[in-house]
């Protein structure tokens, strides 16, 4: 059975530890509410965190965070440069979010089909791969 707050203590004691999974699972936490008062601040602090250690995940967090303004200024310069990273990572989530930006010129981005098209032939040989993977233990 489920036990948030078990599962909070032991991510906050992982964390202090240096664990890059127990930050970001703390972050989306405080981000959602999830058995703890929403506080986008703490979401924020403990993305950071993770993203700075090099946790994929927590990079393109971080990215959304930024350029949604939700618990941060919105800055489209340091969006772009989180989900880079988390691309770069291997984060397919953000090599989709990157082809986005760069096919409709969203997050101030001008209009860039050859880039938008590289994240979008990295995301989906990634996810090629994957179901190639899941196919082949069935």
């Given at each position: 059975?489920r ?12 964390a ?19 058995g ?11 993305y950071?965190?993770?993203a700075e ?7 393109y ?8 303004g939700h618990?941060t200024a ?8 989180w ?20 096919g ?9 089909p050859?880039?938008?098209m ?15 993977h899941?196919?082949?233990k069935?």
């Amino acid at each position: 059975r489920r036990d948030r707050q078990k599962a909070l203590y032991w991510y906050r004691r992982a964390a202090g530890h240096g664990d890059t999974d127990a930050m970001t699972n703390l972050g989306h936490a405080y981000y959602l509410g999830t058995g703890v008062q929403k506080n986008l601040n703490h979401a924020i602090q403990y993305y950071l965190m993770a993203a700075e250690k090099g946790h994929a995940k927590a990079r393109y967090l971080l990215g959304d965070a930024y350029e949604t303004g939700h618990g941060t200024a919105r800055d489209c310069e340091r969006a772009l440069f989180w989900y880079k990273k988390a691309a770069e990572n291997g984060e397919i989530m953000a090599m989709d979010r990157l082809s986005k930006i760069y096919g409709t010129g969203l997050c101030d981005q001008a209009e860039n089909p050859e880039e938008s098209m590289k994240w979008l032939k990295k995301s989906g040989a990634i996810k090629r791969d994957i179901l190639k993977h899941s196919a082949q233990k069935k």
